[in-house]
């Protein structure tokens, strides 16, 4: 688990830097550095870019109108989440934050792009929440999501996210992690 948790921490630096993943990491049983690395727009997405974007969408709407079974389907056992203030989440954590969230209204997910690396994609977006009554956008960020394909089965392994919208510094207070 360390090592794969290592594996996609070098995954998402190089994804985010430009940089290739080292040789010694595999995704799957196919080493990453032979694994196909390359971004595509969604009019040319391959089969598993489109089911990865695809989930993503499906989370979002399971977190805008609560579906815990959903999230369930979609998280990892071992899913977990940094938000931008430095808050570490585990899955049951994950799950209970977006019960006790009230959105503001619909969220889109866009601008995404996916990199797969054998059974490992890592997708970059933007999340938006607009405001039901007027419109006006109401949360803004940039996600790093990374998921991992077990038994042919794309689940959400683990997700950062920073806010990019004016009230972004005051959503912060003290940094907590969870008991494991």
Sequence with gaps: ??????????????????????ATCTAGSEPVANASQRVREVRNST?????????????AKAEEKFD??????????????????????NKAHEIASDREWNPPGPE???????????????VLGRFTW???????????????????????????????YVRIDAQRSSACKAPTSPAS
């Excluded at 360390?2 to 290739?20: E, H, K, N, Q, Y």
């Excluded at 089969?47 to 989370?59: C, F, I, K, N």
């Excluded at 999230?71 to 808050?87: H, K, P, Q, W, Y």
């Design 108 to 122: 889109v997910i866009d601008d995404m792009s996916v990199h797969v690396y054998g059974d490992t994609a890592v």
């Design 130 to 160: 607009t405001d039901r009554d007027t419109g006006r956008v109401k949360l803004q960020g940039r996600f790093v999501d990374t998921f991992l394909r077990r038994a042919g089965q794309w689940k959400v392994i683990a997700n950062s």
């Design 1 to 22: 688990m360390r090592s794969l948790m290592l594996c996609l921490a070098s995954l998402t630096a190089g994804v985010l830097t430009g940089t290739p993943a080292p």
């Design 47 to 59: 089969p598993a870019e489109e089911s990865v974007m695809e989930l993503e969408r499906q989370w």
């Design 68 to 89: 815990p079974k959903a999230l369930d389907e979609i998280l990892a056992r071992n899913f977990v989440s940094m938000d931008e203030c430095g808050t570490i989440r």
